[in-house]
């Protein structure tokens, strides 16, 4: 794996607003929706996308490719406005992805809507910061293995039975790490255009929720690199039969049902064989350069997050 083939960036971005005054929160939302009707209405591409009748009902910013017809073929959101009430509290919710804001040369209408809640004394805060890390032409990344104990773990399979997605940690934690196939979700969309020189493209998504996200943020993404390595289980200092128990853990997180003769006191001990043999691997040079992807592209991140909320996270 080599360093030219990594390239860190925000995927997401979920950022909360409080106008000063919250007894204007509705209006907010209301004058919000105008101003990108009259800012997009000379657009042939971009417009609102309405998804639901009343005003307090949710919109949104799409991209639409038309056909010759004039008809929108592909619509990609590409930013989602809300009220949301949770726990007694209110606030206006905004949900996009950067990246897609890029694709499109579009960043300026992020530009529309901060403008309009900076007008209304507005304080921002993020509930949600998905950095990514694309791995160009490391087909090998897919091994990769998380050595946190107690980080649940769920695979999916595609209809060939090739693995496409892995995630770490539970939808509802404060913290989701996700390695997915891109270049297979690429090939789905019908508009894709791939460069023939990239034969594998996997990308490392981790999703931070609430609780961290503070200026510690940029920390706390390294740190989170330490806790993964990429070991085969062929390299593993093993007896042979408990390499094919590490087969089975990678496989199939249940082990038990393929050996129900073993007691769980046994199991767990052999779970911590394989977990001591994953840490003694010396696999530093691909953690190293992962690592290194991210600290040297840090100032790239922190530019990119700078255009969107104003909020120190480390960067």
């Given at each position: ?209 609430t609780k961290k996200i503070d200026r510690t943020l940029a920390q706390e993404f390294s740190d989170r ?28 997180g249940d082990v038990a049902v393929w050996y129900p003769e073993v007691d769980e006191r046994t199991l ?48």
């Amino acid at each position: 794996m080599d360093e030219s083939d990594l390239f860190c960036s925000i995927d997401r971005l979920t950022i909360l607003a409080e106008p000063k005054n919250e007894k204007r929160l509705s209006w907010v939302h209301r004058v919000l929706k105008r101003v990108l009707m009259t800012e997009l209405s000379d657009s042939t591409n971009l417009f609102v996308d309405e998804m639901g009748d009343t005003v307090m009902s949710p919109y949104g910013v799409a991209y639409g490719v038309r056909d010759e017809y004039g008809e929108i073929e592909f619509k990609e959101n590409l930013i989602y406005c809300e009220i949301l009430e949770r726990g007694g509290y209110v606030d206006l919710r905004y949900d996009f992805n950067p990246n897609s804001l890029k694709k499109w040369d579009v960043e300026w209408v992020w530009n529309v809507v901060r403008n309009v809640l900076d007008e209304f004394g507005s304080e921002y805060r993020l509930s949600r910061f998905d950095l990514a890390i694309d791995v160009i032409n490391t087909p090998e990344i897919f091994e990769l293995k998380c050595t946190r104990q107690g980080v649940t773990r769920k695979l999916l399979f595609g209809r060939s039975g090739a693995l496409e997605t892995i995630y770490w940690g539970s939808r509802q934690s404060d913290v989701q790490v996700r390695l997915y196939n891109k270049l297979k979700e690429m090939k789905s969309y019908e508009r894709a255009e791939l460069d023939e020189s990239i034969k594998s493209f996997w990308r490392l998504e981790m999703q931070m929720r609430t609780k961290k996200i503070d200026r510690t943020l940029a920390q706390e993404f390294s740190d989170r690199l330490d806790g993964f390595s990429l070991v085969p289980v062929s390299a593993l200092d093993l007896k042979p039969e408990l390499k094919r128990f590490a087969m089975l853990l990678e496989s199939d997180g249940d082990v038990a049902v393929w050996y129900p003769e073993v007691d769980e006191r046994t199991l767990r001990r052999w779970k911590a064989k394989v977990r001591k043999a994953r840490e003694d691997f010396d696999d530093d040079a691909y953690r190293k350069v992962l690592k290194n992807a991210l600290h040297n592209q840090m100032q790239d991140i922190k530019s990119e997050l700078d255009k969107y909320v104003d909020v120190y996270l480390g960067f």
